[in-house]
């Protein structure tokens, strides 16, 4: 016979929406039922955030002493050869960290007393789940459910995935180094891996359909990725989309109609992310769509009674932050408690070198809002922080962006190396309403980036001091 589980919340999905939302729950008592196919963790924890950041530091690593053994090194380090790397070991390692940090994951939801059933989810209605076939099948009947089933990778149609065409999850599971790899897609996700194999010794070229590098990013944050870029000899073809794929190249076209067939190893096709709503019963539950995605409200109640939504599946950003924000808030809307999703800002923050960090409204976009503002941009290149971690002379900035009648900050962003530390402090401010003689009159700690921050508000009064 099946195991029957009754639950007062049954959450779809173990990704960082999931698990905070079952973790939350279980704190508060509610018996709480946590379904997921795969690993603990989603998509960021085991395929994304973690072991791409684990890559980018290991390629930064050893970028530095390919430099120092070719004499390069402006820090008086120098190695006798250059050195090696054993790219399965390094994945290894990066393995290592996941399944430390999934682990972790587990022993939290126990401690929650949230109950885990390993398993692919399928609903027969918007409250009942079965998980496993025949004799083993478990099913779980629940007065409230979550959904967290997160996003999957964007296939084009002309590149389909196999072969050495591959998406960011197989990027991070590569046993040796390419030669020559082709990211196509200039966002965050294709021009931190290109950035990460690059230093590691792969001829790198980057396909844009668009005309710039970063279209999520204003293109003052963008250019000094674009000069990094450049001097670190990736090739950046802007205006050119991909055709195909055979015979070890991709075929593409720029914006004149002209077509070149470009040497690969292997092509990583970085072009966006969609919501996971097939599979598993979605058209079942009688949920209003809106457009690809479930429809939610300000507390990510969906059209269904008592089936609410977060994270991927819900729309953009497609964030760790927002979802697992979703997730505690929702765990608590469930307990009793009055909550709304209603933040000032989803921070973002985009891992390339230079860094870039993005809170708020840029300056373009506050004008496009009919918004008259105040802006203070801070050159890196007046920071002596920036300056003794080799990063002032990159063209970075950190400028704010402030309303010009009450002088309420409404965006804070920030280029170059190091800088996304500073986004829980940009955070921070929007959140809590702050004003630039606010910022300005916050002692910050010397030598830090920070100050970079107290100086572009300054800067936004009229009264800056170090430039």
Known sequence: MPERIDAKVLVLGGGPGGYVAAIRAGQQGLPTVLVEADRLGGTCLIRGCIPSKALIHAAAEFAVMRQAAAGASKLGIALKGPPAIDLAHTVGWMDGIVDRLSGGVAALLKRAKVRVVAGWGRFSDAKTCHVGEGEAEIVIRAEQVILAAGSLPVELKDLPFGGPVISSTEALDLAEIPQRLLVVGAGYIGLELGQAFAKLGAKVTVVEALDRILPAFDRALAEPVARALAGAGIETRLETRALGS???????????????????????????????????GLETMGIDMAGPF?????????????????????????????????????????????????????????????EIVAAGLSPEEAAAQGIEVLTGVFPLSASGRAWTMEAGAGGGFVR????????????????????????????LALEMGA????IAGTIHVHPTLSESFHEAALRALGHAIHV
Do not use: Y
């Open 400 to 427: 704010v962006t402030a309303r010009r009648d009450d002088h309420r900050l409404i965006g804070a962003h920030a280029v170059g190396q190091g800088v996304s530390e500073l986004s829980a402090e940009f955070s």
């Open 294 to 354: 479930i429809g939610i409200d300000d507390e990510c109640r969906t059209s269904m009674a008592g089936v609410f939504a977060i994270g991927d599946v819900t729309g953009e950003p497609m964030l760790e932050h927002r979802a697992a924000t979703q997730g505690e808030m929702v765990a608590e809307i469930i307990a009793g408690h009055r909550r709304r999703f209603d933040p000032a800002a989803i921070p973002a923050v985009c891992f390339t070198d230079p």
């Open 435 to 438: 004003v630039l003689e606010d």
């Open 246 to 280: 055979g015979g070890g190249a991709l075929l593409v076209e720029d914006n004149k109609g002209k077509q070149a067939r470009l040497d690969a190893d292997i092509i990583l096709v970085t072009v966006g992310r969609r919501p996971n709503t097939a599979g598993w």
